[in-house]
Every structure is written in C-alpha cells, then in structure tokens.
C-alpha cells in the first residue's frame, strides 16, 4: 500500500510539473525524452558526459570517489524554464525584469547538514537559456578545467565550509536547485530539482614526521626564539596542510621579539626557496618611495603626475589628470577608470598585462567622473606601474640598482628575483620574489619603525603614514600607502595586524600590539580557498597558538 501511494505521488508530482508547462509565461523547450519525462525535479550525476539521448537510468551515478584529475557533473531535469519558474514569484514582472534579477538558487548539504547555500549570479547563463531550458548539463569538477559557471560555483562550496564538510570517509551530498529572484527583497521559490550522491574521500597517507613542528636550524643575522608556542595547534595545522585541506601553502614563519619563533616548510618549498607572492610586492614600491622621498630624489608623495609626465601626451587628457597625486596611487584613490574588482573596468589588470607600455596604457585611460576625488578606494594595480616608472625616472641608476644599494643590501637579502615591465623596469605591481625569511626581515623593519642594525632605512614618518588609517574599506578594514589593516578578534581579545597582501593568500603580517611579524607563502593563485584558507589558518591555528 505504502509503495502505491509513493508512486501516485511521484506521478501527481511529474504531472503538475508537464502541466505547468501549459501555463507557461515564455516559451520553454519541450520535454520529449523519455529519460527526462521520468526524471523530472531531479538532479542526475554523471562522472562522464553522455548525451542525454543515449543517457539511461542506470548512467544516474550513485558513488563518487573524490580525488584529484577526476570528473564530476550534474544533469538537471526541470518541469519549465527558469523564467517561468521566477514569474511564480512575481506575476507582475515581465521577462525582461525576470531574467535581469533572477536565476538558480543553489544549497550544497552535506550529511543531513546545510553547508553553502549561493544565489547564482544573475549574469550565469543566457537569457536564451533562462528562457527555454527544461534540462541543461553542468561541470561541477572538470580535470580539463572545463569553462563553466558549475566549477566556479563547486569551488566557492569547497572553500565555504565544503572541504571541511567532505572529510577523509563517506559522506552524503544533496544539492537542492530553487528559483530566486532579487528585487525590492529576496524571493526564493520551492525546490525544482534535487539529487543525491554518495562521496567517498579517500585518506591521503602522509609522513608523520612531516605533522613535527620542523626544528629551526641557526642561521646568520637570526636567533632563535626560546618563547612557548602550543606545539599541538602547530602540528594540526601541520597535518591540515600535508593532507591538502589547506592546500598549496608553502611557508610560514613567526617572527617575535626579532627572533624565529616558527619556521615551516610544505609542498616542496625550503629555506632558499623564492616565493612568487605576487601583490606583496606593492608594498615594496611604497617603502622604495617613501626611501626616494627620504633621500630628496622626489619631493613628496603629494606632487601631481603632471610633473612627471605631459599628460596631454597620452589619450583622454582632462584637467582633472592635473590633479592626480602620487599619495592617490598609493591609496588606490586616483580617479582614473581603472578597477581591478571590476572585471569590465577599462583598466582592469588583465587589459594591462598584453599591452607593449603598461605606463602608456595607464595614463591613455580616461577618468571616472562617479569617482570622488582622493575619496573612494578602488583597488587598482595598473597605478603602482605609474609609482615604479617615477621612482626608476627619479633615482640615480634606476630603480633596480637603487632598490638593492638602498633596501636589499642593508636587510642583508642577496637573493631575489624582480619580474620586469615591458620596459624593463621593475614591477612594483607585484611578483617581487624572496625567501621567506628575507620577507620576515621586511616585516620586521616595519615593526622596528623603519630601522635595520641601527641604520635607517625608512623614515619613521613614511612607517607611520604607510600603516595608517588613509582609507576605509568596510567597517574593520582600512587601507594605508599600499599596506592593508585589519583586526582579528579571538577570544574577547583584538589582534590588530597590518599587511602585505597577494594572490592566493601570501601575507606578511605586522601585528600592531605585539612585537610579532608572520609570513605566509602560497601557490594557490586564483583560488577560490587561497585567500579563505589564510584566515582560518590566522584565526584558528597561528594566533592562538603564538599567544597562549
């Protein structure tokens, strides 16, 4: 009796979802296989792609083993359209309004648990698509790196609690698709799809000698820290990182009261090992200005680029150009049209990188007339090409041999590796390379407030000013000359840091109360985990165990 009435369900349930078809809004692609017609609400997986007309029941993938260079991807059967599923929740729309404000909303649980839930942004498929599809096919794990929003979206479940919600074992993952659409408020429909999958992740053995905090070996200009550390936070984290939960992390190092605290190595990386921390480097152009500004080769960080360049040179001149400082570069407050948060921002750094002159390319881009004067911080690598292209004119050799007679040699750094514009200067933007104990030192000279063997390298104004509170980027982040600022609060207790910050999660840490300098080195650019994985490593793991 119990299984009839099931089945009366079911086919209650496939019937209301044809039949909505009659009343449809738009237009949608009929359902003519049968595979779909028998599966409609449901989600399939599928470890290889099959074409839904060869696709059968049986193809439906019931185990899953999560590893490496592996495929995963959902076939999703729907009763209508995306957009005739959002005119449930606002009749009075057209479908213009529909399609503009509204598309999947998706929920990732986990063993019974709701892990990630994401409103899919409104540009994620077509509008032909939105319109017409009943059933569509998308990558959620591509080995081939398969372009499509349904690896962004995995990726953003993965370093949202998903990684850690899929531990060594079995698991049941369900994802539930609604319809949603953002208008005056948030509406969110009933489920149209759902499916269920059974994960198996596999345990990934590694050398428990590996898991030891790594015994710190002695070394020139360094001594070694006798201080406490919770030696078991250090070796969970440790274990975390060889076993990919944190993945790509290569160093870190704990600097306090001057001296080595913690020194560990992953993935590869040694003691010589260059890091390509990408925009750490940034900082290092504000700490060779603020030197230039030191010893007189520029005046002030408040002259204008029009006393550097004839602006009217170059493409989109307007008296505003006039205006624009050095300070507004360092900031990331200039009004030019330029945002590297803006994907389709004229001067995003991936419309930079192919030009001939990245100097040209930055100064040919019009201004932003919405953008207040020295007032809205807009993240923006293109203008330390600006900064770095005035300091190599400025100084006596250029700036490659003034950053090592001024700043590497009086660290003691000999090893390093710039990366170099197309005009052969260094990249202020970022890809500046060192060892991780040579960024320590960079670190450190921050904390000594611009002094190195009691030499000084960097004025302590020019310190002062660089960590300060110049711009507000939210409510607890600030921005000062090319350094980040932030506050971590745990255990009741304010950790206020301020930070070089690049791509993938490499940070050098200064922390503002106490005498402690962390650097953390990664590979994971472009990552969905990269940046998310430093703050649990932060938060979880480095402070509480250095301040116990």
């Not at 995003?348 to 911080?377: A, G, S």
Request: some cysteine.
């Amino acid at each position: 009796m119990k299984s009839k009435i099931i089945t009366l369900a079911l086919s209650l349930l496939t019937y209301l979802n044809v039949s909505a078809q009659k009343n449809e809004f738009v237009k949608p692609d009929s359902i003519i296989y049968p595979i779909h017609k028998s599966n409609i609400g449901k989600i399939a997986f599928m470890s290889q792609t099959i074409a839904v007309e060869n696709f059968k029941q049986t193809d439906f993938l019931q185990t899953f083993e999560l590893k490496e260079k592996t495929d995963l991807t959902i076939r999703v059967f729907l009763g209508n359209s995306l957009t005739n599923y959002l005119h449930l929740l606002s009749p009075q729309s057209t479908a213009e309004e529909l399609t503009k404000n509204g598309n999947y909303q998706f929920t990732f649980v986990v063993d019974n648990k709701k892990v990630y839930v994401e409103n899919l942004n409104v540009g994620a498929g077509s509008i032909e698509n939105k319109n017409q599809k009943t059933i569509f096919r998308i990558p959620l794990i591509s080995s081939i790196n398969e372009d499509s929003w349904g690896t962004f979206l995995w990726n953003r479940f993965f370093g949202n609690g998903g990684q850690e919600a899929l531990s060594e074992g079995e698991h049941f993952l369900k994802i539930e698709i609604r319809p949603y659409l953002k208008l005056s408020e948030v509406l969110t429909g009933n489920i149209i799809a759902e499916g269920q999958l059974k994960i198996i992740v596999p345990e990934i053995k590694i050398d428990e000698k590996l898991v030891k905090v790594q015994q710190i070996k002695p070394i020139k200009d360094w001594q070694i820290s006798t201080a406490k550390i919770d030696i078991a936070k250090i070796e969970e984290l440790n274990r975390k990182i060889e076993k990919k939960i944190y993945k790509d992390v290569t160093s870190i190092v704990v600097l306090k009261d001057r001296k080595i605290l913690i020194e560990e190595y992953f993935n590869g990386a040694n003691r010589n090992s260059l890091h390509d921390t990408r925009s750490v480097g940034k900082s290092f152009a504000s700490t060779l200005l603020g030197i230039a500004i030191k010893d007189k080769y520029i005046k002030s960080e408040t002259q204008t680029l029009k006393e550097f360049y004839d602006l009217k040179s170059f493409q989109n001149y307007s008296v505003s150009k006039d205006s624009i400082t050095l300070k507004s570069l360092l900031t990331m407050s200039a009004t030019f049209e330029g945002s590297d948060i803006n994907s389709e921002s004229l001067g995003n750094e991936e419309n930079m990188y192919p030009t001939k002159n990245w100097v040209r390319f930055t100064l040919d881009l019009p201004i932003d007339k919405t953008k207040q004067i020295n007032k809205q911080w807009d993240y923006f690598t293109a203008g330390c090409i600006v900064l770095g292209d005035i300091i190599h004119k400025s100084v006596p050799n250029g700036l490659e041999k003034y950053s090592l007679e001024k700043l590497f040699k009086p660290l003691g750094i000999k090893k390093y590796k710039w990366q170099f514009t197309p005009q052969n200067v260094p990249n202020t933007a970022g890809s500046l390379q060192l060892s991780s104990l040579d960024y320590a030192k960079y670190g450190q000279l921050y904390k000594n407030q611009g002094i190195w063997n009691g030499k000084q390298i960097v004025s302590q104004e020019w310190v002062t000013k660089s960590l300060s509170h110049q711009m507000n980027i939210s409510e607890d982040e600030y921005y000062g000359y090319l350094f980040w600022n932030k506050i971590y609060k745990i255990n009741g207790k304010d950790y206020e840091v301020y930070y070089s910050s690049g791509n993938g999660g490499n940070r050098i840490f200064m922390f503002k109360d106490q005498p402690i300098v962390i650097v953390i080195t990664s590979k994971a650019y472009n990552t969905p985990y990269g940046e998310k994985q430093i703050e649990k490593i932060m938060q979880e793991y480095l402070i509480p165990a250095i301040s116990k």
